[in-house]
């Protein structure tokens, strides 16, 4: 199957899980009503972007309501659903993870967010994950039924080398759940994604939670796929939307035959190694 419908959630986050839960659950709803076959959830769609509520709003994989509430949704609906990201728990650190759900409502991969978002931008933002997250290790490419999709979350998306370690493994599609804000979003946000799916001759994907003001961080939101040639084909604004666009996996097989970016690579010369 060449052909993807891919459906991008980006819906307003709340500080209230049930809320937050019972309105991921309609914008899922409303993709199937559109026959989507690819569902994909925002960075933290379950809690507030905030290192307090990260604790707060926690849970460990094994009993985790959110994670319970996707897997149903996807079986129920014989749908993929890539559930953004969560704040996992597990002994004592806590993750930012996303889960990727096949049509039975199975796990079938696991992304740890690798880079923590630790910055300070001088009078406009400072933000540091690392305060209470730790940081995965594991480079995510998963099979499913339309080829290899690659996953990294939000700031993964600036680390050039993470997302060729992804296509080199067969990923063709790059998924990035994010949450930029208003600072780094207008500056970076497109940029980043045409970049990663220009570099890599694949198909990039992001999707944000829309913008809440009355939140401490506020999210940028513009859900964004972008193609094998660089181009964005959709890109949202900052208000809550559904996004849902077809997107043909055949492009990248065009693309690479006319310009051979990754046969011409010069491994003899440089090389990424995962160690």
Known sequence: ????????CQMNVVDNKKINLDKAKLMIEKSIKNNADFIILP??????????????????????VTLNTISKLADANNVYILAGS????????????????????EVIGKHRKMHLFDINVKDKITFKESDVLTAGDNVTVVDTEFGKIGIGICYDVRFVELARLMVEKGALILIYPGAFNMTTGPAHWELLFRSRALDNQVFCVGVA?????????????HSIITNPWGET??????NENLFICEIDLDEIKKVREEIP????KRNDLYKIIRR
Do not use: R, W
């Open 261 to 264: 970016l990754l046969k011409n």
């Open 86 to 105: 969560i704040p996992e728990k597990e002994n004592d650190n806590l993750y930012n993870t996303s889960y990727l759900f096949n049509k039975n409502g």
């Open 209 to 221: 939670p829309a913008l809440n003001e009355n939140m401490s961080y506020h999210s940028y939101g």
């Open 43 to 64: 960075e933290m769609f379950n809690c507030p972007y905030s290192n307090e509520k990260f604790i707060e709003y926690c849970e460990e994989e094994h009993d985790s």
């Open 233 to 238: 084909i959709v890109q949202g604004d900052e």
């Open 1 to 8: 199957m060449s052909k993807i419908k891919l459906s991008l």
